[in-house]
């Protein structure tokens, strides 16, 4: 039986095959209908099935439910966390969302989400996977597993998927009434962002690693300088290491304006305070390490040779 016009199709669909795409290429549904008796193709919904010998992954359970589920049809809640990297059980339900509210799309161990709330419902493409946008994932996640919702958001924000700033935006235009997930992701939102900032579990081991592997001079956190309590300072100096906002906090100029009146205060009594980002510190380590470096060999460059000694 001549299948190979699908070849191209399910390579790129992790080895599934509509009736759809098989009729585009000319094939008869007869011969549709053959290739899933004799096993040449296994059925796995209505429309929808898998090439015999095609590697069976969670990607291609959730896509099949997709490509089932119809137009306009995204995978959304726990299995957008999965295509987004989000960590998730292996158990996990796959979960489609439907921008066209359908009573036909009722598929055997998928559950179905037909919402009335339509924003951010522009697909993006996750492994070749029509899934919901991050922001729109973690405004559902909480409706169907709100205790892991505090671990997505930080993944999302650590990793860079998304910005505080655009998690913030999000909360609010979905902070409406019926919106179940939402209230968990404000809290989630909350716990690992104080006023722009990461908070201290995600910012201390971040920056305790950068001294480590690039063998700055030690820190310590939280010192009381001026009055200030500041992020943390370079022992046995006067350097202050700043982090500012988990971009930059241009939009925001009061808290600006704030910030740099300290750092006026904090520099008049005769201290060199650094301002970096998480950003930066976690995504280009290695340049903002030898900012740091450069800073204390100017101002207390026996911290610097010291080091050197010790590292040969």
């Known amino acids: ?124 493409l996750r492994q070749n996977i029509h899934t919901s946008n991050i922001l729109r994932l973690l405004c559902d996640l909480g409706a169907v597993d709100e205790g892991s919702v505090l671990a997505a958001v930080g993944h999302v924000v650590t990793t860079g998927l998304a910005s505080p700033v655009a998690l913030r935006a999000a909360v609010e235009v979905h902070a409406r009434r019926g919106r179940h997930g939402v209230p968990a992701f404000r809290r989630a939102l909350e716990e690992w962002v104080i006023d722009g900032k990461p908070v201290d579990s995600v910012l201390e081991p971040a920056l305790a690693k950068l001294v480590k592997t690039y063998k700055l001079p ?17 022992i046995g100096t006067n350097i202050i290491l700043e982090c500012d906002g988990w971009e930059t906090h241009g939009r925001d100029r009061r808290r600006f304006d704030k910030d740099r009146t300290r750092d006026a205060e904090l520099v008049a009594l005769g201290n060199i305070v650094v301002r970096f980002t998480y950003w930066a510190i976690t995504r280009r380590a290695a340049k903002e390490a030898e900012r740091i470096r450069a800073i204390v060999g100017r101002w207390a460059p026996e911290l610097i040779l010291g080091g050197n000694r010790r590292s040969t």
């Open 218 to 234: 030690p820190v310590e956190f939280h010192p009381i300088v001026g009055g200030y309590e500041v992020d943390s300072r370079v």
């Open 1 to 124: 039986m001549e299948l190979s016009k699908l070849d191209l199709y399910a390579a790129s669909h992790h080895g599934l095959v509509t009736t759809a795409a098989a009729l585009d290429t000319g094939m008869s549904r007869a011969t549709w209908y053959r290739a899933l008796e004799n096993g040449a193709l296994e059925p796995l919904y209505p429309g929808v099935a898998r090439l015999y010998g095609s590697a069976q992954t969670r990607e291609q359970a959730i896509a099949a439910a997709v490509l089932a589920a119809g137009k306009g049809a995204m995978a959304s809640h726990r299995a957008a966390a999965y295509l987004w990297g989000i960590p998730r059980p292996e158990d996990d339900p796959i979960d489609v969302i439907l921008t066209v509210r359908r009573r036909e799309a009722n598929l055997p161990g998928v559950i179905v989400h037909r919402p009335r709330d339509r924003r951010d419902l522009s697909p993006v």
